[in-house]
């Protein structure tokens, strides 16, 4: 995609949110992917930072979010609610809601791999683009920004409409059965920067009981509990890990 058409897709992201932005340079650098900063060999161009400021962001909005909106649910509830409406797959469709793939800077070989539909890349550019709304603007207009695209995303996963977080749903079924927690572990990273393999383990009463790998350390872990998930029989193929959710 040529510089041209991002500055297109981003002006027609511009429109759709409504926000006056005092810096739009924030909201280009929350587009801008590291595979496009390593090869324009500037490492801190890319929208890194604000993602790791708006994941801070998400998880503190969306638990203040459940908190009031389910006054008679437990702690244990809200924890696994919000598990579900912050993963990567909830997020990828978000991201994917606002067109974010067509508005990233993407180097050539990242968009070559199809990098603009991978929901890792699209999940960390929806965090970037809230870290963005709330340092430009603060917390008052990122809450408004959120809300208005997760509460959606909420009533699907409590009428299980929402594709399955594997990590919550084996956390679930492990804990039932002996309460030990389910821990992962990063097993090996390979490639350059901007591009990095990662395989992760679960492991469970010190067993590792599933390998997965992905371009996230989430992608990774979320495969690693979708193949121990299968070794213990679960049928993955349909169903939905929201199930719980409506009592």
Known sequence: MTMRKNEVEINRLK????????????????MTHSSYSYENKDKLLNNQRLEFLGDAVLELLVSEYLYCLFPEKTEGYLTKMRASAVCEPALAKLARQLHLG????????????????RPSILADS???????????RGLEEARRFL?????????????????RDFKTELQELLQKKSGESVNYVIL???????????TAGVIYMGQEMGRGTGHSKKEAEQQAARIALQKIGVAINGGNQADGFIQ
Do not use: N
Request: aromatic fraction near 8%; include cysteine.
């Open 102 to 117: 067509r508005c990233l800077y993407m180097g050539r070989g990242e968009e070559r791999s199809g990098g603009r539909e």
């Open 15 to 30: 429109e759709t949110l409504s926000i006056s932005w005092h810096d739009e340079g924030l909201l280009h650098l929350a």
């Open 188 to 198: 090996r990273e390979e490639g350059p920067d901007h591009d990095k393999i990662f």
């Open 147 to 163: 809300l208005k695209y997760i509460q959606p995303l909420i009533e699907d996963i409590i009428k299980g409409h929402l594709d």
């Open 126 to 136: 929806f965090e970037s683009l809230l870290g963005a709304v709330y340092l430009d």
